[in-house]
């Protein structure tokens, strides 16, 4: 079956760092499109990188330009997302999203990880 299992997540001030990791199974990662959201309380889900599927292409909210970086790797399944400079409006639930390459309805989402970013 598939899963997308998110770690990564915790406490950290802000100026701090932390990397997620998204382990993905039951599907070939390879040709799928792989994307970080993240959900604030009271707020929408947000977009907040995408990789394409071979990591060729990366794309980022403007809201984190220059402080995260997105990546993958397809020979042991995982998505990454490296956040630096965090700051407390970053504090959310991030996901790990996969959208089928030739199929734009067929998503799959991860359980999330908290990011919480106070001093």
């Known amino acids: 079956q598939v899963q997308l299992v998110e770690s990564g997540g915790g406490l950290v001030q802000p100026g701090g760092s932390l990397r997620l990791s998204c382990a993905a199974s039951?599907?070939?990662?390879?040709?799928?499109?792989m994307s970080w959201y993240r959900q604030a309380p009271g707020k929408e889900r947000e977009l907040v990188a995408t990789?394409?599927?071979?990591?060729?292409?990366?794309n980022y909210a403007d809201s984190v330009k220059g402080r995260f970086t997105i990546s993958r790797d397809n020979s042991n399944n995982t998505m990454y997302l490296q956040m630096n400079s965090l700051k407390s409006e970053d504090t959310a639930v991030y996901y790990c999203?996969?959208?089928?390459?030739?199929?734009?309805?067929?998503?799959?989402w991860g359980q999330g990880t908290q990011v919480t970013v106070s001093s």
């Open positions: 039951g599907f070939t990662f390879s040709r799928y499109i």
């Open positions: 990789i394409t599927s071979h990591g060729g292409t990366t």
């Open positions: 999203n996969a959208q089928f390459i030739i199929s734009a309805t067929t998503k799959y």
